[in-house]
C-alpha cells in the first residue's frame, strides 16, 4: 500500500526567505505525483503535476522536483510572500493499467512571517 | 471555465437526517471522485466514476452512503441516515483520465451532523 508522508507538519518563516517543502513516498513505481495548495476553508489548488518520466517541473516562483528511485518529491519556493501562507500537500498516482488513485500525504501548514 | 462546482457550501442537519452533496465537474472531463477529508484521517477517497460509471466505490464507508452519476455534468453523493460522525469537508474533483490526469478540486461542502 502505497504511503505518503510529508515533513515538517507546520513550518514557520520570514518573508523573502526561499523554502523547500518535503514529500516521500513508500512505492517508486509512480505515475505521476502532483502538488497541491490548500488555504483554510478551501478546496484544493493544483500547483505542478510531475509525470514520472519527469525530474522537475516549474511554475512562478515554485518548482517541484522528483526523484523516483528514492522515493521523494520536494517543492521549492522562492522568495517567499504572506500570500504563500497556507497547507500544501503531495498526491501521488501509482502506475498501471487502471490506476487511478491519488495517495495523499497529510500535508505542510506554511506560515510566511510579514 | 467555472472549475468543478459543488453545492451546498455548508450544510448542517440533525442526525438521521438524509443529506445530498452535488458537483459539477469540469465540461470535457470523464473522470469523478469524491473525498472526504477529516483532521484525523486526511483526505481519503471515497468513490470513482469513469465515464459515469462507478468504478471503484471499496472506500465509501458503509450502506448509509450512496452515490450516483446520471450523466456526464453532475454527480451526487447522499448519505441517510447522517449520523455525527459523518461531519466533514467533502470534495469533488475531476479530471481527464486519458490525459495526464491532473485532478481539479472543487471548494468543498462542509458537512456537520449534529
Known amino acids: 500500500k502505497q504511503e505518503v508522508t510529508q515533513i515538517p507538519a507546520a513550518l514557520s518563516v520570514p518573508e523573502g526567505e526561499n523554502l523547500v517543502l518535503n514529500c516521500s513516498f513508500t512505492?517508486?513505481?509512480?505515475?505521476?505525483l502532483q502538488w497541491f495548495r490548500q488555504d483554510p476553508g478551501k478546496g484544493l489548488t493544483s500547483l505542478l503535476l510531475?509525470?514520472?518520466?519527469?525530474r522537475e517541473q516549474t511554475s512562478g516562483r515554485l518548482n517541484a522536483s522528483l526523484d523516483k528511485s528514492s522515493g521523494r518529491s520536494t517543492l521549492y519556493i522562492a522568495a517567499s510572500q504572506p500570500g504563500d501562507s497556507a497547507t500544501y500537500l503531495c498526491?501521488?498516482?501509482?502506475?498501471?493499467?487502471?490506476?487511478?488513485?491519488?495517495?495523499f500525504g497529510k500535508g505542510t501548514k506554511l506560515s510566511v512571517i510579514p | 471555465d467555472a472549475g468543478v462546482i459543488q453545492s451546498p457550501r455548508h450544510e448542517v442537519t440533525e442526525m438521521g437526517q438524509e443529506v445530498t452533496l452535488r458537483c459539477k465537474p469540469i465540461?470535457?472531463?470523464?473522470?469523478l471522485f469524491w473525498y472526504r477529508q477529516t483532521m484525523m484521517r486526511g483526505l481519503e477517497l471515497l468513490i470513482y466514476?469513469?465515464?459515469?460509471?462507478?468504478?471503484?466505490d471499496s472506500g465509501m464507508p458503509e450502506d448509509r452512503f450512496s452515490a450516483k452519476m446520471p450523466n456526464a455534468s453532475f454527480s451526487t453523493l447522499k448519505i441517510q441516515p447522517s449520523e455525527p460522525r459523518d461531519s466533514a469537508v467533502y470534495f469533488c474533483a475531476s479530471s481527464f483520465f486519458n490525459g495526464p490526469n491532473e485532478q481539479f478540486f472543487g471548494p468543498g461542502t462542509r458537512l456537520t451532523v449534529l
Open positions: 465540461s470535457g472531463h470523464n473522470s
Open positions: 498526491a501521488v498516482r501509482l502506475s498501471g493499467a487502471g490506476s487511478y488513485q491519488l495517495t
Open positions: 466514476f469513469n465515464n459515469n460509471v462507478p468504478i471503484d
Open positions: 512505492d517508486s513505481a509512480i505515475y505521476n
Open positions: 510531475i509525470q514520472s518520466s519527469q
